[in-house]
């Protein structure tokens, strides 16, 4: 089993709907990191959460660390968030990062 | 700030070669990763430097992989000899600070083919 996985792997929505994706860690953090990684390549940092909530446009991060869990919400999709999502953990015992393998969103017209 | 600046941006070399990538990262910002990204193993963090420094090259694949931050403003990761399995992009990225709020910046990554 991987120390994070996320969910769901695959994820067509229609434009303008609200989307989550998952990012569940099994170890202890000191940080979570949400990626974008465009169709081109170019990855783009999204949010760095130790705790709670946070929320830039449209997309908001939110962590629980009790349950070893967090989602990225994107409301109003578009098109252009057709992307793939990673989430990374820093392993507060190793201070190590562990990635997850992603999540490929494709936003339809 | 341009952000951070990689080159090149592809590299197309022989087997047994030696491969210099190079990174600039953001003025101010005190830690430079370098990233390596495979269909296969997806993205994992090869090694990290605060203040210049390395502070973790676990993730360095062999010793045919080095990384040096001779000042702030460059860095650099070579392999030699390379060989067809390092074939991938790598990616550096900078941040201030290791938990920074306003999270890493990323370049555009180097393409390296090894044939």
């Known amino acids: 089993k991987n120390e994070v996985e996320q969910s769901p792997q695959n994820l067509t929505a229609q434009e303008g709907e609200f989307i989550t994706i998952n990012c569940s860690y099994s170890?202890?953090?000191?940080?979570l990191h949400w990626l974008q990684q465009h169709p081109g390549g170019g990855i783009v940092s999204l949010f760095m959460l130790s705790s709670g909530k946070k929320k830039h446009g449209r997309l908001i991060a939110t962590i629980n660390i009790q349950e070893k869990h967090s989602s990225l919400h994107i409301t109003a999709s578009h098109p252009r968030d057709s992307a793939v999502y990673i989430c990374?953990?820093?392993?507060?015992?190793?201070?190590?990062?562990?990635f997850g393998t992603g999540t490929r969103l494709k936003v339809l017209a | 700030d341009a952000g951070v600046i990689q080159s090149p941006r592809h590299e197309v070399t022989e087997m047994g070669q030696e491969v210099t990538l190079r990174c600039k990262p953001i003025?101010?910002?005190?830690?430079l990763f370098w990233y390596r990204q495979t269909m296969m193993r997806g993205l994992e963090l090869l090694i990290y430097f605060n203040n210049n420094v390395p502070i973790d090259d676990s993730g360095m694949p062999e010793d045919r992989f080095s990384a040096k931050m001779p000042n702030a403003s460059f860095s650099t990761l070579k392999i030699q000899p390379s060989e067809p399995r390092d074939s991938a992009v790598y990616f550096c990225?900078?941040?201030?600070?290791?938990?920074?709020?306003?999270?890493?910046?990323f370049g555009s990554g180097t393409r390296l083919t090894v044939v």
């Open positions: 990225a900078s941040s201030f600070g290791q938990l920074s709020n306003y999270g890493y910046t």
């Open positions: 170890v202890g953090i000191s940080a």
């Open positions: 990374a953990v820093l392993n507060s015992g190793t201070y190590k990062y562990i």
């Open positions: 003025s101010g910002h005190d830690y």
